[in-house]
């Protein structure tokens, strides 16, 4: 596999895309940063770097759907995946070197919105105050959420044999696992009460507290939650937030993601026919 990731790494660095997207992940950071800061300036308040360092994911699960897909999609409409089993590599070898591929470049995107929410976020806002334990955590956390995108969206490239179609299903992942990530947090948010108002005999107008039914209570909560955890849409969104109430249970769901979706990946790359 050690040629297959050198023909790779030759390849990647020369990509494109991969080179446009450590751009977009730039700009994604640097474009919050700003927008804050002018906010920040016209309402009179000083939010801390803390609420942007983590922000990079959100953009980082688009630009790797495109970018994976049409990496990986090359090697179909190129014929390159058959040259390859020609010349002796083994389908282990070359889905997994792809794998490790769509990693370095997910890793890299990350480090780069990281290294932009410090050069241009320190100026604007100044020092970070989270401590640095809670920092390490989230630092992880993310790391293995744009690993468990990256498999996912090999696994996918991999099993499709269309570039056209892996980019199209590729993105629609991106985004549906973003939406659903997000009718989430808004059911977990849902307040416990809300307010009600009634009019008396007299015209007047009060406002009475009652019991929100949209409130998720008990183990209904905790099967949300659970989802909520689970997906890569609903990861990023805690992530973004700062509000992660799991994170050692999401490094693990990560780790679930990345293994399962590899191995499911790999078996049936192994069984595929290709043309």
Known sequence: MNKLLQAGFLRIRKNRVFIGGLILS????????????????????????????????????????????LFVGTEYSDGTIRNKLIVGHTRTGIYFSNFILCVFAAALMY????????????PLFGLPTIK?????????????????????YNMISMLCSSKSHANIICILAAFFLLMAGMILLQMLNAPETIPVAEYSINGEI????????QYL??????????????LPGGQVLQL???????????????LSITVLSSAAGCFFFSRKELK
């Open 206 to 213: 009060s406002v009475e507290e009652i019991a929100n039914p």
């Open 111 to 122: 480090l780069v919105t990281l290294a932009a929410a410090f050069v241009l976020g320190i």
């Open 217 to 230: 209570t008990g183990m209904k909560r905790e099967i949300y939650q659970f989802f909520y955890d689970l």
């Open 132 to 152: 640095l334990s809670f920092f390490l955590t989230l630092f992880v956390d993310g790391f293995l959420l744009c690993v468990a995108y990256a498999a996912l």
């Open 240 to 254: 973004a937030n700062l509000d992660i109430l799991h994170p050692f249970r999401i490094a693990a769901l990560s």
């Open 26 to 69: 730039f700009l994604f950071i640097a474009a919050i940063l700003i927008d804050q800061k002018n906010q920040s300036v016209q309402y009179g308040h000083s939010p801390k770097l803390d609420n942007f360092l983590f922000g990079g994911p959100i953009a980082i699960s688009i630009i790797l759907s495109v970018l994976c897909s």
